[in-house]
């Protein structure tokens, strides 16, 4: 079992949220008094006094913090903007395909295999440098802004979802989650949607109807990466290249799979990993089509999942919706169909970026009218954390993630 504490021992020249404080070589190319992120601020976070910070710890733990030492001295060389915007591009795509191989690696790896934080607290390391970068060049606010989106949703997936050129096998796209709700000894949680990802992506599965090929994106726990269009962006791609099913998978309910019956046009407001907060309607994606309409029904074979006799979790059809009767203040929740003309409140996944993951995706499906694509969505069981509020990790959480992810690998092959 790996603790905080018998880490303090690291080395903290990759592990320090400062670029400039980890590379005194480069320390001219970072300016550390520009703010950074609420979640990047997160990389600071420690369980034991004196011990290494969570974040900086997974990423050494999984390998991967040569990759963050390597990103940092390099972007101190990019001397035109052109040139930094390929470099940004490719380090992500870089990022999403390292982690991709190790997830799914056949040869048994030091740090679990299976463990999606090192990817999550990578990417904030690199967008950190990228914030507090001083480039050689004039680099316009949001020039900056665009550099951090490119390299953030290539290192989701986004720059790597191309489906191989084969016929007669059926195509799946797939979406997970980052890690949430990160506060206190939170600071440890993964998420197994973003776990399944990683084990999805660029897979063949053998089923008994034939082969199937998965293309897979982890998403932001942002509000405002869902405005930017990220969930637009990986399904839009995905549709022009004729797949036969979405699945957009997050975290759930203790104990349980559910299949979301419906997706609400409605956010509630909860905060996301930046402390944001949003409330009302669900906006448009510039630029894509979509209709307006308030629910979304799943078109996923729901009956042929539960069926199948996946485990060890049970699988459950959500019924579940509510509406507003006057909006702000009364909702009418029932488990039949909603009412025409009302507007959404929550789907049965609630009224959080899970929900709209399924409705974003599945808006964007119907606006093409590609009907004859399957879509919906499939909420894992909650991953609980280590038990001893001071380790990374133990082989029950590991084991947890494991069959979920597992779990999803299966009912996503049913699909």
């Not at 316009?140 to 951090?148: E, G, M, V």
């Not at 992506?201 to 405005?227: H, N």
């Not at 998978?249 to 402390?275: C, L």
């Amino acid at each position: 079992m790996k603790t905080i504490a018998g880490l303090v021992g690291l080395t903290t020249l990759a592990l320090a949220l400062s670029p400039a404080v980890a590379h005194a070589q480069d320390a001219n190319c970072y300016d550390t008094t520009v703010p950074l992120t609420v979640e990047e601020q997160r990389l600071d976070d420690t369980l034991v006094t004196g011990g290494p910070a969570v974040g900086p710890s997974l990423v050494q733990l999984a390998g991967f913090d040569g990759r963050v030492t390597d990103f940092t001295a390099k972007l101190c060389r990019q001397v035109v903007s052109k040139q930094a915007q390929q470099f940004v591009e490719r380090e992500g795509n870089a990022l999403w395909k390292a982690a991709v191989a190790r997830a799914q690696s056949t040869v048994p790896t030091a740090h679990d295999a299976y463990d999606d934080r090192p990817l999550y607290w990578a990417r904030l390391q690199l967008s950190a440098a990228l914030r507090q970068w001083k480039p050689r060049f004039t680099l316009a606010p949001n020039d900056r802004a665009k550099l951090i989106q490119q390299f953030d949703w290539a290192s989701r997936g986004l720059s790597d979802a191309k489906f191989p050129a084969r016929a007669g096998v059926r195509k799946i796209a797939v979406t997970g989650f980052d890690p949430f709700q990160l506060t206190g000894v939170n600071v440890r949680r993964a998420n197994p949607a973003g776990a399944a990802a990683l084990q999805l992506d660029g897979r063949e599965i053998s089923t008994p109807t034939g082969k199937v090929v998965l293309q897979a994106a982890v998403l932001p726990v942002l509000w405002g990466g869902f405005d930017e269009g990220v969930v637009e962006n990986f399904y839009g791609q995905a549709l022009q290249q004729k797949p036969d099913a979405f699945v957009t998978i997050s975290q759930g309910r203790p104990g349980k799979f559910d299949v979301e019956r419906w997706a609400a046009r409605w956010r509630g407001g909860f905060a996301d990993n930046n402390n944001v907060n949003s409330y009302g309607s669900v906006p448009n994606a510039a630029g894509w089509p979509q209709p307006t309409t308030e629910f979304i029904e799943t078109s996923l074979p729901f009956q042929k999942m539960i069926d199948a006799g996946t485990g060890p979790f049970p699988v459950n059809y959500n019924l579940a919706f509510c509406e507003w009767v006057v909006v702000g203040s009364q909702q009418s929740c029932r488990t039949d169909t909603p009412t025409p003309g009302r507007i959404a409140a929550s789907g049965g996944g609630g009224d959080y970026l899970s929900n709209e993951s399924m409705y974003r995706a599945n808006r964007l499906r119907i606006g093409y009218g590609a009907t004859n694509v399957l879509g919906g969505h499939l909420h894992t069981p909650v991953l609980g954390q280590p038990a001893d509020p001071a380790a990374l990790t133990d082989p029950a959480f590991e084991k947890q993630r494991r069959d979920i992810a597992d779990q999803v690998k299966a009912l996503v092959s049913v699909v």
